[in-house]
């Protein structure tokens, strides 16, 4: 091998992280004494002066800056998603939160019970359809006693 390997960039983002209840304070951001982990580059860190060009920006997506330099990003409040200056000039969403809890996980709501066999019992939940059609799906799920988990018609 000639070289260095050079591998694609994931770099760390730090936005809206509170210290004793300062927002973006210095100190709750991302820091390296190493001259091989560097910002803007490993690590892009809230800046609230941000213009496009280095860190992370926040606010409505109104105000995202139309030109950016590639890896630099803003939280956009109104959309909930972190963009990514994916090349040039060229916004492109990257991080959106999930949804928690997960509507599969917040209790039994009415809809369409489920069979889960394993191989210590047989019982049933309830799974609720929250969009698309599910009808004869089935999700696996793997865990210590090996469920199956499959929607009854």
């Not at 991302?30 to 060009?53: A, C, L, M």
């Not at 800056?65 to 939280?75: H, I, K, Q």
């Not at 959309?79 to 917040?106: D, E, G």
Request: net charge positive; proline share 7%.
């Amino acid at each position: 091998m000639d070289g260095w390997p050079h591998e694609m960039l994931e770099p760390v983002y730090c936005w809206n992280n509170k210290l004793n209840g300062k927002m973006n304070d210095p100190a709750a951001t991302v820091h390296s004494v190493y001259p091989s982990v560097q910002e803007n580059r490993d690590y892009y860190n809230y800046s609230s002066n941000f213009d496009g060009t280095r860190g992370v920006g926040s606010g409505t997506s109104a105000d995202r800056p139309s030109t950016c330099t590639t890896g630099v990003a803003y939280w956009a409040t109104d959309k909930n998603t972190l963009y990514q200056c994916a090349s040039t000039n060229t916004w492109a969403p990257y991080y959106t939160p999930y949804t928690y809890p997960h509507p599969l996980v917040t209790g039994a709501p009415p809809g369409k019970r489920a069979n889960v066999r394993s191989r210590r019992s047989r019982r049933e939940v309830g799974i609720e359809k929250r969009s698309g059609n599910l009808a004869g799906t089935t999700i696996a799920i793997i865990c210590n006693y090996g469920y199956i988990v499959q929607l009854c018609s």
